[in-house]
């Protein structure tokens, strides 16, 4: 049924807006707002932080990656030094002091007690050494000994005094006495001299065992989280 307000235009109710349509478009208008608010909060406000953080992350980095590379580099130079030092170790347990050798065989030349034990000088020293892991002997030390004594017991006693002093830890004991004597002269001092070889054979020497180098254990990557 059609209804007709006769009514002047002065005396008629004008006409209104839902109050539930007026609700809901203020309450549109509101969340529209607020998302846009939002957005340029996290569009300005969160993703220049942010960026700020992720920078300030990367320059630790790169000064982190710069002391892993000076680490590698340091490590590569101590392993280098290592085995260099193995190598000058294995040099020196392969060799022998010879000055100090032969010191060691003067002190026992020249501990006979003036003769009262024996009395020996030597000629012709002649030392060799090989290297060659094959070779039967490592070297040998020989030399033309003399005593001075008409007794053949002190050869037997220098090479006993020989046997027991530090200079025979590098080399093998000694074969038995033997020897030839010259024949007696008044006009010389000593008037008896027995002659007798002294050959001494280098001690077998293993060369030094190189331990491999132990790898070093992997390090965990550093992982970087940026904060929203």
Sequence with gaps: ????????E?????????????GLVVAFVALT????????W?????????????????????????????????DGERKRFAGREEALAGVTKTRVLWTRKIDELIGVIN?????RRHFVWLDDLVVSQSSDPRATSSGQLKAAGHSGSPHFSQVADFLEDLERSSFLEDFLPPSPPEGTQTDPDPELVPAVVWNFPLA????PRE?????????????APIAMESKP
Excluded: C
């Excluded at 707002?33 to 340029?40: C, E, I, P, V």
């Excluded at 992350?57 to 680490?71: K, S, V």
């Design 1 to 8: 049924m059609m209804r007709v307000n006769l009514l002047p």
């Design 10 to 22: 002065q005396h008629r109710r004008k006409a209104r807006t839902p109050l539930k349509v007026f």
């Design 33 to 40: 707002s607020l998302l846009a608010s939002w957005y340029g």
């Design 42 to 74: 996290l569009a300005y406000g969160v993703m220049n932080e942010v960026q700020s953080e992720l920078s300030g992350l990367q320059t630790d980095a790169e000064g982190i990656q710069r002391q892993i590379d000076y680490h590698k580099q340091l």
């Design 111 to 115: 501990a006979g007690d003036d003769g």
């Design 200 to 203: 001494l054979q280098l001690r």
């Design 207 to 219: 060369p030094a065992k190189v331990e491999p180098a132990k790898k070093p254990a992997k390090k």
